[in-house]
């Protein structure tokens, strides 16, 4: 099952900040020159918070957690950041334009019970790196809480998660709304009626969630929780939730047991998928002709303008573009072997991958890394050959500034896709979705030592149970 509860969140001020000023994007999407820009841009910026810069002279007494932490405290004590008055469950909407035509995506942001990531009703869909997650669980540590919140995704079928977003956003006042830096309008509600409140919980706690970014997140939160039941002598087993659950206690409930989540149904028609495209060096003895040459055994090569190029790929399954000295070219695996993509006389892989579905062999992604990223550089390529980009002037950007010798171009995995690998507890390989517009980060955040009361939680599990 999973596991809802409202919170008192913590946010900004609008009597002390420009809201506009004081978000970021999520911290993962953030290059070097957009840190700079969110640390100018003002004092109170969220940036120090989830990305803060590293000095030389930085020790384990002083460095980029702990001033993380200082900020937040500071922050707090000068009522830049407050909390609110009621436990809640919040709507979360973004209006933004794609083509001069505007688009709306609502979730609700919740408290979600963590669980081993696959071993419930939450889902993962990618793999993960152990720098990243050691990264995330020193801030949390530090902060002792989540300042940027998951996002995830649910399904709806019987839209009675809808209603109640439509309901609210109808009937409701915001208690944030504002224009960011890209035109998109952020919209805050919060949801305090108990009824309410137990609706949410009783519909979400039997569907599975699927992550959609944020994995790094999630399993830096899980392991910091287990580290500190273990050290509270907390049992953390799932024997001790379910238990909790069962008879409605929350007397072992620890803040740290639970994640900031944003929900958002699959179905909802802002959810966008957009493609990572990928840069290539390091690849030895490198010629354009040599490369074509040696993708012809899997692949169908030909010279095209960029509007083919994207045209086919947007249109065809296994179609993908490249990008090199200054030219674009189509490659389209040749039809006898799209059945089975490695199976082919080519001499690239003959060989199926034995402890993976087919529809993960079937991906765009695993046949673009492993029929051609492969070939060009072998199965382990070395850290920094390989870029993930997600603009595409920055893509043919960098390689007519020769940063990198070719670009790739592909289709994003589907949403359909994402919701069979999960099920089946398979990961896509890194990369392979990005979902846009991406939740910015400073609209809310949890925080354990301000933001857990025992009571009315007990008393809303009482009510769900009942």
Known sequence: MVDIRPFKGISYNPKKVNLSSVISPPYDVISSAGQEFYYNQDEYNIIRIILGKEHANDSQLNNKYTRARNYLSKWIQEEALRQDDH???????????????????????????????????ILPHEETLSAPKLDRLKLMDACEGNPELIYSLYTDETCQMDEILTRTVNTCEPFIDFKDENKRRQQVWQITDDSQIVQIMKIMRDKPVFIADGHHRYEATYRLKTERSIMAGVRSDELAVADELKHGMIAGDKPYD???????????????????YRLVKGIQDYSVEIILEGLKGAFET????????????????????????????????????????????????????????????????????SLVINKLLGNCPQEGNIAYVKDMKETIDSIDKGEYQLALFLAPASLSQLKTLSLNQEKMP??????????????????????????TKTQKVDKLNS
């Open 87 to 121: 436990e809640g469950i919040y709507v979360y909407r973004q209006t933004f334009s794609v083509m001069d035509e505007t688009h709306v995506i609502t979730g609700i942001v919740a408290l979600v019970r963590l669980e081993e990531l696959g071993k419930g009703n």
């Open 258 to 276: 639970y994640i900031m989540m944003l929900l958002v149904a699959m179905d909802d028609p802002g959810l966008i998928i957009l493609p990572t």
């Open 430 to 455: 890194q990369k392979s979705t990005y979902f846009w517009p991406k939740p910015v980060s400073g609209l809310l955040l949890y925080l354990w030592v301000t933001t857990h009361h025992k009571g």
């Open 302 to 369: 030909s010279r095209c303008s960029r509007d083919e190029m994207f045209s086919a790929i947007e249109g065809e399954q296994y179609a993908f573009g490249m990008y090199a000295q200054g030219n674009f070219y189509l490659l389209r695996l040749k039809q006898t072997d799209r059945d089975k993509p490695y199976s082919y006389d080519g001499g690239i892989s003959n060989q199926l991958m034995d402890d993976k579905s087919m529809e993960y062999q079937s991906l765009d992604v695993v046949v673009l890394h």
